[in-house]
């Protein structure tokens, strides 16, 4: 995972898994990714593979945020990964877009 602040903006590249083994691992920069008051982009073009570990964290995220009046913006969602969040309908969330 890549964290980078452009404008206010987070921005978090994904890159392999998200699941259950790097969930883990990701704790200490996730929660500086979503401190702040601007939305947090995920930018998944280099994710391979999300289990629902992994699921759980970005439905998670989007309510958190939402409840903070904040958006978390899905970027690059391709292939398996995209069609995984389309099959669970995971951008029906309130707080959550995701651009494919």
Not at 33 to 42: Q, Y
Not at 46 to 59: A, K, N, Q, R, Y
Request: proline share 2%; with cysteine.
């Amino acid at each position: 995972m890549r964290n980078v602040k452009i404008g206010g903006v987070t921005r978090v590249a994904i890159v392999g898994e998200l699941a259950e083994g790097t969930c883990e691992h990701l704790a200490s920069a996730w929660a500086e990714a979503l401190n702040g008051d601007a939305p947090v982009v995920i930018d998944l073009e280099d994710c391979t593979f999300i289990d629902s570990i992994g699921l759980d964290l970005i439905v998670r995220t989007a309510t958190r945020l939402h409840k903070e009046r904040r958006t978390l913006v899905v970027f690059n969602a391709k292939g398996p990964v995209g069609e995984l969040l389309r099959i669970t309908d995971v951008a029906s969330l309130e707080g959550l877009l995701v651009h494919g």
